[in-house]
């Protein structure tokens, strides 16, 4: 069974529009830590933002905020007012307590459109 | 600070030839690890590191060898390359101290043709 999940193959926004890109994730592990990363296409991953399993609030980073939702075991990137620049593949990952590996999504490719 | 690196960016070699792509990290991370990222597939993890002198394999480690011999540096070699091993392969490490807040930092990645 697959732990991250990213149901939106393709998501396109216009610019200056908010977007939410989905993540579901699976784990019985109390202690999880989930990131959000971007690949532009010069292809390099960079890291967006964090969420661990006991932060009781909504981690944001500048325009990037997730929307964590523990009892539905989701954790949804939302990008505020999109720009150009934002047009890149999204991947989710999680990192279980017992683990030294993160587990990634497929990815999510979003397009804004001027 | 550089972060993480990876030398060669691009290599085109021909089916049965050698390589080694040399990943490098200035950040005093513990581990350090090797994906390849083929279309459609994700980012699929070869072999991992946690420490100095240590090595495990991943999903995907048929075809691959690895070295830490340093703490800084995780060699990933292809002894025999096979056109299946054309990819983008990243690099990436991270903290190690403590698991599941541990951020991992890609490389920028290099890609690898086999014809």
């Known amino acids: 069974a697959q732990k991250i999940t990213q149901t939106q193959p393709g998501m396109f926004v216009q610019e200056k529009e908010a977007v939410t890109l989905d993540c579901t994730y699976d784990?019985?592990?109390?202690?999880?830590?989930l990131f959000w990363y971007k690949q532009p296409s010069s292809g390099e991953m960079i890291f967006l933002i964090y969420?661990?399993?006991?932060?009781?609030q909504n981690a944001t980073e500048g325009r990037y905020s997730l929307n964590f939702q523990k009892a539905r075991k989701s954790a949804n990137l939302v990008i505020s007012a999109s720009q150009l620049g934002d047009s890149a593949m999204y991947f989710c990952?999680?990192?279980?307590?017992?683990?030294?590996?993160?587990?990634f999504g497929r990815g999510t490719s979003l397009i804004v459109h001027p | 600070n550089a972060g993480v690196t990876q030398t060669p960016k691009f290599r085109v070699l021909k089916t049965g030839q050698s390589m080694t792509l040399l990943c490098a990290q200035d950040?005093?991370?513990?581990?350090m690890y090797w994906y390849r990222q083929d279309p459609g597939m994700g980012l699929r993890l070869i072999h991992y590191?946690?420490?100095?002198?240590?090595?495990a394999k991943g999903e995907v480690p048929d075809g691959y060898n690895v070295s830490r011999l340093k703490k800084q540096n995780f060699l990933l070699g292809l002894e025999s390359a096979a056109p299946s091993q054309t990819s983008v392969y990243f690099c990436?490490?991270?903290?190690?101290?403590?698991?599941?807040?541990?951020?991992?930092?890609f490389g920028p990645g290099t890609r690898l043709t086999v014809l």
């Open positions: 990436a490490s991270s903290g190690g101290l403590a698991r599941f807040t541990d951020t991992q930092y």
């Open positions: 784990t019985s592990d109390p202690s999880y830590g």
């Open positions: 969420q661990g399993s006991y932060d009781q």
């Open positions: 990952a999680m990192r279980e307590g017992g683990s030294y590996i993160p587990t």
């Open positions: 950040m005093n991370h513990e581990y």
């Open positions: 590191s946690v420490g100095e002198g240590t090595t």
